[in-house]
């Protein structure tokens, strides 16, 4: 054949985030599981599809002691995750992949079991309304399977014919009696969350058995009549497997719901509340190796004058009083497992644009700081032995990769996993400075390389949500590293209302969110800005969601940005807390004056700068009303308002298909490629075409 000498030879970038197809191709890991024994580590890598237009995750294995490469274990069009393991180390796994032996069902998420001695992964129980998650024992062949079931059905099979019934008739309507009635992207109803505990399944007795044939699992219902209260609520099994204990929600009238903690006896079903309070929700945590202590998250409710704080405590799993631990430590932890000897903890907690991994010993309540690097570490499991554990670690330098521990030396080790970290486009800084009130604020700075006081580079500031959270971790959804590639500097503070900062920064922020939070916002800008390698005439603020919400109130605060993109943005307050999602979340902070005194749409007669506002249809978070009525609003009244022919320097990206997050990779780059015409336009004056694939 004669080689086309007319199409281009693909030339590989210089890094993956100078094209944005390469970007998207990175493959994303997530969650960690380690067998019984610790001889095995398991791994959820998610990676492109043929087509390249939706990511399928596998699972991998990978060699705890360094030795082996990863490998993959898993393999379906369809994919495969949440991996537990059995005690005797068989790997259980959800899949949408269809069963080879039942090709007439429409596939649904199933549970699959990938023998320890090799072999094929086979379905071990599959249900018409599909299968969430599983989570095994520590030390007792025993598993826990969170499947919905419709809310009135009074067993398996009446849920299977009346899902069928629903389906046939095409019905998709839900009546609700309660609150909430959506989450993120997802309609509630008329399905509603059990626990079941997983049993040996029966052969059918009339059925021919062949050589391979072997009985489904049998799934048991130990939640009967728990209604929607186990919604958000996830199951933590006891080692011996014997107890499961939960956070159930209950509600409180007018909307207002609050989380109590439950015991569910895993033989009989029989529940008891063992900690329930007005004034604070409760979460269970992983319970200790001999079965009598189960670690409690507590989070105090809040109120208009009382931010969130978070504490652990211990509890006896049968009944007694709670016992605070390391009740002074300045933190919000997060727990992930017990050291197998049952003096201590393994915890995590955000601290000072990190995330490290700390014990807590369980007598004294001493808190030890085992990382030592400014990273971010999640899905901690330990070792047998207790002498180390295994971790995804990431930050702003490196996506998350599995790592392993040395818990006495705090030395941490990459494990040979799927990918290597990708070359980045510029370098990182941490930047100090003070807010108003003299409080610090410390922000991270990704500088383009070539950033110099002869060629200072342009600044995007990019504000984060929640607003309870902080820049510590890599993120695939705003990667600074693609607009480094494209010589932007990006400007990352943690404000007022970030965690990892002591609870002194929650306050500063709490209930006046046009104060601290963007005073200290501005601090950062200033502090950065006057650095000779920062271009202070060539700038942008951007944020999502409550980011967002912060990049909309900078919009009618100050005109020293060129630009401003706001993404899935909080607009006007008064409509925004009653329609998100979890408006018992945020309503008690929000009073009507707070809303008033905080409403970025209060100020839209300021707003002199482009704004480029994205946001998708399917975001119950911040649901659309958000979007299109700050687009209405800033071309009716702002002071760049549309002109009379219609036209503006405002834009609106608006996702159909498209939830809180931009999920679809073609979509991604749709984000990217738009958001960086719109900044070479304002910021830098220059043309850069949007994605023909928008069809303009
Ligand atoms: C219940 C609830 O609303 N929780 C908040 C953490 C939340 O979702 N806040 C959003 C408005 C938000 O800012 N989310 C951040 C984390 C995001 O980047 O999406």
């Not at 492109?48 to 399928?56: D, E, G, H």
């Not at 549970?111 to 094929?120: F, N, R, S, T, V």
């Not at 017990?338 to 010993?361: E, K, Q, R």
């Amino acid at each position: 054949m004669t080689p086309d000498t007319n199409s281009p030879t693909p030339v590989k970038p210089k890094t993956p985030f100078h094209d944005l197809d390469h970007f998207v191709a990175i493959p994303r890991l997530s969650g960690l599981a380690v067998n019984a024994d610790g001889t095995r580590l398991v791994t959820s890598v998610a990676t492109l599809n043929s087509k390249c237009n939706a990511y399928v995750s596998a699972l991998w294995e990978l060699d705890p002691e360094g030795n082996s490469p990863a490998r993959r274990i898993t393999r379906s069009a369809k994919g495969e995750s949440g991996a537990a393991f059995l005690v005797n180390g068989d790997l259980l796994f959800t899949s949408t992949r269809p069963d080879p032996e039942n090709s007439d069902e429409d596939p649904v998420s199933a549970l699959w079991k990938l023998p320890a001695q090799g072999g094929e992964a086979r379905i071990v129980h599959s249900r018409r309304g599909g299968v969430q998650g599983v989570v095994a024992a520590r030390k007792a062949d025993a598993a826990v399977v969170v499947a919905e079931v419709l809310a009135g059905s009074s067993d398996e099979k009446d849920d299977d014919e009346r899902r069928k019934a629903r389906k046939e008739a095409g019905v998709e309507a839900i009546l609700h009696t309660g609150y909430p009635v959506r989450h993120w992207d997802a309609d509630l109803g008329p399905a509603e969350p059990r626990f079941f505990v997983v049993e040996e399944g029966e052969q059918e007795a009339l059925k021919p058995a062949t050589v391979d044939e072997q009985p489904q699992l049998a799934l048991c219902n130990v939640t009967v009549g728990m209604g929607t209260s186990l919604r958000n609520n996830s199951p933590c099994i006891s080692p011996d497997g014997a107890v499961i204990i939960t956070g159930q929600t209950v509600p409180t009238g007018k909307g207002d719901q609050r989380t109590v903690l439950v015991r569910i006896d895993s033989a009989t079903g029989d529940r008891t509340v063992i900690l329930d309070s007005p004034d604070y929700d409760y979460d269970a945590g992983p319970v200790s190796p001999d079965n009598s202590t189960v670690v409690v998250v507590i989070s105090r409710r809040t109120g208009p004058t009382t931010p969130p704080d978070v504490k652990l405590g211990l509890l006896p799993v049968n009944g007694g009083p709670l016992a605070p631990l390391a009740a002074d430590w300045d933190a919000w932890p997060s727990p992930a497992a017990w050291l197998p000897d049952g003096s201590g903890l393994i915890v995590t907690a955000d601290d000072d644009g990190a995330s490290p991994v700390f014990t807590l010993d369980v007598a004294t309540g001493a808190v030890r700081r085992v990382t030592q690097d400014a990273a971010s570490y999640t899905d901690v499991v330990v070792s047998p032995d207790g002498a180390t554990a295994y971790a995804l670690r990431s930050s702003y330098e490196f996506p998350p990769e599995v790592v392993r521990i040395d818990l006495a030396s705090g030395t941490v080790t990459p494990l040979p996993g799927p990918v290597e970290r990708p070359a980045l486009s510029g370098r990182l800084e941490r930047v100090d400075t003070t807010g108003e009130d003299g409080h610090p604020v410390k922000s991270y700075l990704v500088l383009p390389a070539g950033a110099g006081g002869s060629s200072p580079a342009p600044l995007l500031l990019w504000i984060h949500g929640g607003p309870l959270g902080s820049w510590n971790a890599w993120t695939w959804r705003w990667s600074p590293w693609l607009l480094a590639a494209k010589g932007y500097a990006v400007l990352l503070p943690d404000p007022a209302l970030s965690t990892g900062y002591g609870q002194k920064m929650i306050e500063r922020g709490w209930g006046a969110w046009g104060d601290a939070p963007f005073t200290d916002i501005m601090a950062a800008t200033d502090a950065v800005v006057a650095r000779p390698d920062i271009d202070e005439s060539r700038t942008a603020a951007m944020g999502g969601s409550f980011g967002g919400y912060m990049a909309n109130w900078v919009a009618g605060h100050t005109d020293r940005f060129n630009a401003i993109v706001t993404h899935a943005s909080l607009w006007a307050l008064d409509q925004f807390g009653p329609t998100t999602d979890a408006s018992f979340y945020w309503e008690k902070e929000m009073t009507p004056e707070m809303a008033l005194a905080n409403s970025p749409h209060a100020h839209v007669e300021k707003i002199s700068t482009p704004m480029l506002v994205i946001h998708g249809d399917k975001d119950y978070r911040v649901p659309i009303g958000e979007g299109l009525r700050l687009w209405y609003e800033l071309l009716s009244k702002s002071a760049l308002p549309a002109d009379a022919n219609g036209e503006t320097d405002h834009r609106f990206l608006y996702f159909p298909d498209e939830n809180h997050w931009i999920l679809k990779p073609q979509h991604a780059k749709i984000w990217y490629g738009v958001v960086e015409h719109f900044l070479a336009r304002h910021v830098l004056g220059e043309k850069v075409e949007v994605p023909a694939e928008l069809g303009l």
